[in-house]
C-alpha cells in the first residue's frame, strides 16, 4: 500500500487479509475501505494444510464480508481441488466477484491438460468467476517456449469466459522463473492478438480497467506498469 501512495503508475492494489478471522477481516477491511486503491484480496490457499481451507466456515464468514463491500476475492488455483472450492464459493456468494490467477496453472505439454480444461469450462459456468491468462511460461516444462505454447490454454480459456471475463497479466515476479517481463508480455500479447483479435485491446487492458475500476493514468506504458503492479 505504501507503494501505491508513492506511485501514481500502480493503479490498484491487490492485499492480503486474515480470511480465517473474521473479527479481524472485517477491522482490517474497515482500515483498508480508507484506501482509494484497494481493490481486491488474495490469499496462497495452497500453501494452507488444510485441502479445502477456502471452504471452512471461518473463511467463509470472511468471504461474505468481501461480497458485501464488493472486494474482488482472487484465488490462485494450483491444484484441481481448488477448482472445485472456487465453484462452491461462486455459488454461495453469486455477487462476490472471484478472479482466478493464472488460468489455474494448466498443466501445458502433459497428459493432465484434457482434466484441466473440463475443470475450467465447469468453474466458467459461474458468471461472477473470471480469470487472468498469467502465468503460463512457468508451466511450460522448457525454456525455449513461444506464444504458440499459449494457444492452448488461452483458445479454451476464450471459449470458457468468453472475451469480457478474461484479462492479461504478468505475473511479475513469478515469470522470471523461466522467462523475462518483456519477453512473457510480448508472448501473452502475440497470443492474445492472433487467437482473439477482434477483442485484444480489451484482454490486454481495458477488461482489467473495468473490472478492478482502474483510474490509469494516459501517459505511455502506463498499461505495462499498472499490469506488474495491480495484477
Known amino acids: 500500500m505504501a507503494e501505491a501512495d508513492r506511485h501514481n ?27 482509494p486503491k ?8 495452497h500453501n494452507e494444510p488444510d485441502a479445502h481451507w477456502l471452504t471452512r466456515s471461518d473463511v467463509i464468514e470472511s468471504l461474505g464480508l468481501l461480497e458485501a463491500r464488493d472486494v474482488i476475492l482472487e484465488v490462485p488455483v494450483v491444484f484441481p481441488r481448488h477448482f472445485d472450492d472456487v465453484a462452491v464459493v461462486a455459488r454461495r456468494f453469486p455477487a462476490l466477484r472471484i478472479v482466478i490467477d493464472h488460468l489455474g496453472k494448466p498443466p501445458t505439454g502433459t497428459s493432465e491438460l484434457p482434466r484441466w480444461e473440463a475443470l475450467l469450462r465447469d468453474v466458467a459456468r459461474h458468471e461472477n468467476v473470471m480469470a487472468k491468462i498469467s502465468g503460463l511460461t512457468t508451466t511450460v516444462a522448457h525454456a525455449g517456449w513461444s506464444a504458440a505454447d499459449l494457444s492452448r490454454p488461452v483458445e479454451v480459456a476464450l471459449e470458457c469466459f468468453g472475451p469480457d471475463r478474461l484479462m ?12 523475462d517481463y518483456a519477453r512473457v ?47
Open 168 to 179: 492479461c497479466g504478468s505475473d511479475w515476479p513469478v515469470a522470471l522463473l523461466n522467462g
Open 38 to 45: 484497494f481493490r481486491a484480496v488474495r490469499h496462497l490457499v
Open 185 to 231: 508480455w510480448d508472448a501473452t500479447r502475440r497470443a492474445v492478438q492472433i487467437l482473439a483479435p477482434g477483442h485484444a485491446e480489451a484482454l490486454l487492458g481495458s477488461n482489467a480497467q473495468r473490472i478492478y475500476h482502474l483510474e490509469v493514468p494516459s501517459h505511455r506504458g502506463t498499461a505495462a506498469r499498472s499490469d506488474r503492479s495491480a495484477l
Open 9 to 35: 503508475w500502480i493503479a490498484a492494489v491487490t492485499a492480503w487479509l486474515c480470511l480465517d478471522r473474521p473479527g479481524r477481516a472485517r477491522e482490517r477491511l474497515d482500515e483498508l475501505a480508507a484506501r
